[in-house]
């Protein structure tokens, strides 16, 4: 097959292009970390159901490329992870975090919390721990404000290595959540079994949550499942007042989407919600 692909790629000039394309892309992104410079992170605000408060903000990262752009994850996350490097960006991505709950701590935002996606490939290494526990001692960020957010993918692999390392990090004193659920191989055995405060409903169960009988079914069961394992729900995705009265009526525990605010800048979630926000 490799072979195969290089015989096309040597022959097709448009193909050949991209491919340098994308070099120039990885290239760009390594220099970037190293530099610290174009990286940024974009907060979207994840609102507690019951409060109608501000509860966390998720960190989505963004790329301001020189030549491209703001660029979103979905063009630069596949390539740090084919290249070896995603343990460096979730790095940087983690300690941005750390420092930007300094910052909001000093204005008057205590107690609010930052989620960090975590790429499954860093959930292979034994490292992630150790890291971790340094980065919360070299920036004096209170552990207890960072979130972990990891999918189930990540997880089934090897999901006796996983519990132990989910344990490690729950013991530095992050909490964990599972994200896009429902889109992996969910198992209720497994589910059971791991050290989550949080589960994430994905945003493909919300969308047609409204009209869709089958959905609705699956919403509320995974509502009612979360919570007697005793998980936080996090409905994602949520985009019209119809779905949140929904999910207000089945007890969802939080939601987050356009609904409330698209990932933007720290500054203007300072300006939406003011640190002592109240509806
Ligand atoms: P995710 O973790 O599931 O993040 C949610 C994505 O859904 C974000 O896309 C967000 O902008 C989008 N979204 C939020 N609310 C709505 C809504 O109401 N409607 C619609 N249509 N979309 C909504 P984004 O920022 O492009 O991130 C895409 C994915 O990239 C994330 O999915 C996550 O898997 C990954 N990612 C983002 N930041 C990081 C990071 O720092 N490290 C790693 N490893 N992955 C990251
Ligand atoms: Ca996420
Ligand atoms: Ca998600
Ligand atoms: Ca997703």
């Known amino acids: 097959k490799g072979s195969g692909r290089n015989v096309v790629h040597f022959f097709n000039p448009h193909l050949k292009q991209k491919a340098s394309f994308e070099l120039q892309l990885e290239e760009d992104l390594r220099l970037a970390l190293q530099q610290d410079s174009g990286l940024l992170l974009y907060?979207?605000?994840?609102?507690?159901?019951?409060?109608?408060?501000?509860?966390?903000?998720e960190a989505l990262v963004?790329?301001?490329?020189?030549?491209?752009?703001?660029?979103?994850?979905?063009?630069?996350?596949?390539?740090?992870?084919?290249?070896?490097?995603?343990?460096?960006?979730?790095?940087?991505?983690?300690?941005?975090?750390?420092?930007?709950?300094?910052?909001?701590?000093?204005?008057?935002?205590?107690?609010?919390?930052?989620?960090v996606n975590c790429s499954a490939l860093n959930l292979g290494t034994d490292q992630l721990p150790g890291r971790i526990e340094q980065l919360l001692r070299s920036t004096h960020c209170p552990a207890h404000?960072?979130?972990?957010?990891?999918?189930?993918?990540?997880?089934?692999?090897?999901?006796?290595?996983?519990?132990?390392?989910?344990e490690s990090i729950r013991a530095l004193g992050l909490s964990l959540s599972i994200d896009d659920f429902g889109t992996?191989?969910?198992?209720?055995?497994?589910?059971?079994?791991?050290?989550?405060?949080?589960?994430?409903?994905?945003r493909s169960f919300?969308?047609?949550?409204?009209?869709?009988?089958?959905?609705?079914?699956?919403?509320?069961a995974i509502i009612a499942m979360a919570h007697a394992l005793h998980l936080k729900v996090v409905a994602e995705g949520v985009e019209t007042v119809e779905q949140l009265a929904f999910l207000q009526e089945r007890g969802c525990d939080q939601?987050?989407?356009?609904?409330?605010?698209?990932?933007v800048p720290l500054a203007e979630i300072i300006s939406l919600f003011p640190p002592h926000y109240r509806p």
Request: charge should be negative; include cysteine; hydrophobic fraction near 40%.
């Open 145 to 166: 404000c960072l979130e972990l957010e990891v999918t189930e993918s990540a997880l089934l692999s090897n999901i006796n290595r996983a519990i132990g390392l989910l």
């Open 62 to 115: 963004r790329w301001h490329h020189p030549q491209h752009g703001l660029l979103t994850p979905d063009r630069f996350i596949a390539i740090a992870e084919a290249n070896g490097f995603i343990d460096l960006l979730d790095h940087w991505v983690l300690r941005s975090a750390c420092l930007d709950l300094n910052n909001l701590e000093h204005m008057g935002y205590s107690g609010l919390k930052i989620a």
């Open 206 to 220: 919300i969308q047609d949550v409204v009209n869709s009988s089958p959905d609705r079914e699956i919403v509320h």
């Open 255 to 263: 939601v987050q989407g356009y609904l409330f605010s698209k990932p």
């Open 43 to 57: 907060y979207q605000p994840i609102i507690d159901l019951r409060s109608g408060t501000l509860s966390k903000l």
């Open 184 to 202: 992996g191989y969910s198992s209720l055995a497994y589910l059971r079994r791991l050290p989550l405060d949080t589960l994430k409903i994905d």
